[in-house]
């Protein structure tokens, strides 16, 4: 890791600390090698700097939209962390083949299903991205969840920290079972892979993938 990401990252981790109480003992439990898909919901800017700063040394990268580099601050700290330029609205095949490539290389990628910001924390329906990407590389997945960090504009206003919780689920792989993986079946399977995530969080926080009773495992093999 350079010297300069090793200073951004570390500034940016300082004033996240100084901003909000991060309870991030659950990071502990990431594993230190390998490649790695790692799943979680996107609710607000906070996620993307801590994921990248609290994860060292590990390198971890994950897809942006492609507007972002079109910000004179953005782009040059997305290109700092490797971040991966995506088109939306579109299948951009360019875009995949960096993230298969980061896998093959035994990074993390990290990707947030949702594709937007929720901003209340609850989970939104998912787009199926994720499946084709662990069908593709193998590699193993592991759900992240956050929550407290929809406080965090109201918090500022009030001059108050906010309290940040992360919390680190069971690792798994996707597994066909030799079926062929037709729409139909990447819908169930991304809908397996929510529901990992929907499981560890409150059920305030839910939203979308709030009927755990609904909730399979038929396509996913659990690691430890």
Known sequence: MSLAVTTVNA????????????DAAALDSVPLTGPLILVANH??????????????PRQVTGFAKAETWDNPFLGPLFDLWKAIPL?????????????????????????APEGTRSGDGRLRKAHPGVVTLALLSNAPILPMVYYGGELFGENMRRLRRTDF?????????IDARGVKVTNKIRQRIL????YRLAVLLPPAYRGYYK?????SQEFLHFLL
């Open 11 to 22: 500034t940016i981790k300082t004033i996240l600390r100084v901003l909000c109480r991060i």
């Open 87 to 111: 088109r939306r609205g579109e299948v951009d095949v360019r875009a995949i083949r960096r993230a298969l490539h980061v896998l093959e290389e035994g990074g993390i990628l990290a990707i």
């Open 211 to 215: 009927n755990l009773e609904s909730s």
């Open 191 to 194: 809908e397996e892979i929510m």
């Open 165 to 173: 919780k992360i919390v680190v689920g069971q690792p798994f792989c």
């Open 43 to 56: 609710v607000n800017f906070l996620e993307v700097p801590l994921v990248f700063t609290h994860l060292q």
